[in-house]
């Protein structure tokens, strides 16, 4: 293999910055105290660098420190938030709404409260991965406690309106759990302006550790309150016991912090590399689909299907290229991605779709080499595709009879 490996996948993890990993070092070997231990000075050096980190993590999202909940990553912070949530409040109702395009930290809970006698509305999205925010509001029942709607899309990008959802909880007096994993750093983040009530994310989205995450819970108007899911010493103000994972608390909080310095002239540059990415494989290919809204997603996200090509050949034809699938999201199932099929994408394309994140260090050059070999592995393959010469002789498929012998 004469080139050099690509790293495209930056929706599943991102590395670690160089400078987050120097900010964490010394907490492994030298400063390893227990932010617990109360009685000698490695403990209290401990607190005092999870009390810095808790106080810039809460201030990237506009919140205060003692609301941020440390955690191991956010399907612990969806878990807590969404169990924890369903159980406080089991008295007040046993309804929770969310939408078919969640990421499974979020969907696996839901699902686990179902067979435990919560009811359960998953709302549906159009062919962009849109929220209708009608029916949200007419999902919306007295017996309703928790709203759990993402903000950015992992798979396709889309950008749900997350300030108009938390509007529609607020009147109702619901409460409204966002995952922002996606976007948190990279996109305009505020828990009061959005009318959030706990948020979850995650360190290892934007080149933090992996194995740390945060939930905010908000504590005023209303002050929201969660049943633990792991129950010990009473760490993190009882609704997260165990020892707290201080380099990983400190790495997290430095990648934020280094997101928010950097995002402005950052973002931007993702944003050119993507839709850079995006012309050049729909100058090239006829018969591709971009997956997701057109404008209101994720800047890093390109989400595409390619037609009469099956994924799995095509992530072959990418080697050395870091990409993902649709057709082989949910590990070793052949399920298409159900994210795909909760827009109507239609199996074929589903399967056929590759989901490109260009990231932090990507470059150009890694951008067009990657579009030089997408189009060529599509071309080759559709070479040998029955169907492609089908459609290129001019023969619409729909009106083929393909049982006639
Ligand atoms: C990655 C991701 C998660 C899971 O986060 P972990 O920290 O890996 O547990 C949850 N939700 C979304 C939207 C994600 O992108």
Redesign the pocket.
């Known amino acids: 293999m004469s080139e050099k490996f690509i790293y495209l996948d930056h ?1 599943a993890t991102t590395p670690v910055d160089p400078e987050v990993f120097e900010t964490m070092a010394p907490y492994f070997c030298q400063r390893y105290g227990n932010a617990a231990s109360r009685n000698h000075s490695f403990g209290w050096d401990a607190e005092k660098a999870v009390d810095l980190a808790r106080q810039k993590v809460a201030s990237a999202i506009g919140a205060q420190a003692k609301e941020i909940i440390f955690t191991s ?3 612990e912070s ?1 878990n807590m938030a969404i169990l924890g949530a369903a159980r406080m409040y089991r008295e007040k109702g046993r309804h929770l709404i969310t939408c078919a395009t969640e ?1 499974k ?1 979020v969907l696996d809970p839901m699902k686990a409260l179902e067979h435990q006698g919560w009811d359960v509305t998953v709302l549906g999205v159009d062919d962009e991965g849109c929220l209708n925010l009608e029916e949200l509001r007419q999902a919306i029942r007295p017996d309703t406690v928790l709203v759990s709607i ?1 903000h950015g899309n ?1 798979e396709i990008g889309t950008l749900h309106p997350v300030a108009e959802i938390g509007a529609i909880c607020a009147e109702n007096n619901v409460l409204f759990h966002c ?1 922002a ?2 976007t948190v750093g990279k996109e305009t983040v505020d828990v009061g302006e959005m009318g959030i009530h706990l948020m979850s994310f ?1 360190g ?2 934007i080149y933090g550790p992996k194995g740390v ?1 945060a939930l905010y819970v908000r504590r005023r108007k209303p002050r929201v309150r969660l049943e633990p899911v792991v129950y010990g010493g009473g760490h993190e103000r009882g609704f997260r016991s165990g020892t707290l994972n201080v380099p990983g608390i400190v790495g997290m909080a430095k990648a934020l912090e280094m997101s928010l310095e950097l995002r402005e002239t950052e973002q931007p540059r993702i944003t050119a590399l993507r839709d850079r990415l995006q012309a050049k494989l729909f100058t090239e290919l006829d018969h591709i689909k971009l997956n997701g809204h057109p404008e209101r997603r994720l800047s890093c996200n390109l989400n595409v299907s390619f037609a009469f090509v099956e994924g799995e050949s095509l992530l072959m034809g990418l080697e050395g290229i870091a990409v993902s699938s649709g057709s082989a999201c949910t590990s070793a199932s052949l399920e298409p991605s159900y994210v795909l099929r909760a827009m109507d994408v239609g199996d074929e394309l589903a399967h056929s779709s590759i989901r490109f994140g260009v990231g932090r260090f990507t470059t150009e050059e890694e951008v067009d080499e990657v579009a030089r070999r997408t189009i060529s592995a599509v071309q080759r393959l559709r070479a040998m595709s029955p169907l492609y010469e089908m459609v290129q002789e001019g023969i619409d498929l729909s009106t083929v009879n393909w049982s006639a012998h």
């Open positions: 929706q990553g956010a399907t969806n990421h930290a993402m992992n995952d994993t996606q995650s290892h989205k995450g």
